[in-house]
């Protein structure tokens, strides 16, 4: 199994996500963002970047997930509020976010499957990556879309060609959600992702 960090910054909704016992398995440890340093994150496979932190622990981090990266470990980060510094080659553009989609009249959430036969699928589905998005990446060179719009702009993806590591870059923000209580479907995101993160094919 690989060996996940999980960053936690001191939130609540980390806190709770992280150290949930069905997903606490699966992390190896939840490493506290302000104290972290060069080394921090040696011995690990994956570092897992949670949703909406502060851009000044966003640049504290940049230097040392570029170094993981380059290392060739696996970054996976969620919808990250400056993500044009930290996502390498991508152009981010950030959209209106309908959070009553499902309300609708014939609701469509707007957002569909890329490469079904991608491992991912074996441990979710699309409606488990479906609440709603708060903006779009455009990335540069070859990638893997996994959930895009109906235009194109990548929702969740994987890079490999950007750095000698692997980047899972997503706009959704599940922990955010399930560490605050709301948002079934962001649970149902966590079971399956976590597990895919430890054992399946990147």
Same mark, same amino acid.
């Given at each position: 199994?690989?060996?996940?960090?999980?960053?936690? !910054? /001191?939130?609540s909704?980390q +806190?709770?996500a992280?150290n949930?016992?069905? %997903?606490?398995?699966y992390?190896?440890d939840?490493?506290?963002?302000p104290?972290?340093?060069?080394?921090?994150l040696?011995?690990?496979?994956?570092v897992?970047?949670?949703?909406?932190l502060?851009?000044?622990?966003?640049?504290?981090?940049?230097?040392?997930?570029d170094s993981?990266?380059a290392?060739?470990g696996?970054v996976?980060v969620?919808w990250?509020?400056?993500?044009?510094?930290?996502?390498p080659?991508q152009?981010w553009e950030?959209?209106?976010?309908?959070f009553?989609?499902?309300?609708?009249k014939?609701?469509? !959430? /707007?957002?569909e499957?890329? +490469?079904?036969?991608?491992?991912?699928?074996? %441990?979710?589905?699309?409606?488990?990556?479906t609440?709603h998005?708060?903006?779009v990446?455009?990335p540069?060179g070859d990638v893997?879309?996994?959930v895009?719009?109906?235009d194109?702009?990548?929702?969740?993806y994987?890079?490999?060609?950007?750095?000698?590591?692997?980047?899972?870059?997503?706009?959704?923000?599940p922990?955010?959600?399930?560490?605050s209580?709301?948002?079934p479907a962001t649970?149902?995101?966590?079971?399956?992702?976590?597990?895919?993160?430890?054992?399946?094919?990147l």
């Amino acid at each position: 199994m690989r060996k996940i960090a999980a960053l936690y !910054s /001191g939130l609540s909704y980390q +806190n709770r996500a992280w150290n949930e016992p069905k %997903y606490r398995k699966y992390i190896a440890d939840i490493v506290y963002v302000p104290d972290m340093g060069p080394e921090s994150l040696a011995g690990f496979d994956v570092v897992l970047l949670p949703s909406r932190l502060h851009t000044g622990l966003l640049m504290k981090l940049k230097p040392l997930l570029d170094s993981f990266a380059a290392q060739g470990g696996t970054v996976v980060v969620f919808w990250p509020n400056d993500a044009e510094q930290i996502v390498p080659n991508q152009n981010w553009e950030d959209r209106p976010t309908n959070f009553w989609w499902w309300l609708d009249k014939n609701a469509k !959430s /707007g957002i569909e499957q890329r +490469n079904p036969g991608h491992d991912l699928y074996n %441990y979710i589905t699309l409606q488990d990556a479906t609440w709603h998005y708060h903006g779009v990446f455009w990335p540069q060179g070859d990638v893997v879309p996994l959930v895009e719009t109906e235009d194109g702009g990548a929702i969740l993806y994987v890079d490999k060609s950007s750095t000698a590591g692997t980047w899972v870059v997503t706009s959704l923000d599940p922990e955010f959600h399930y560490g605050s209580y709301f948002m079934p479907a962001t649970e149902r995101f966590l079971d399956g992702f976590l597990p895919w993160l430890a054992e399946g094919e990147l």
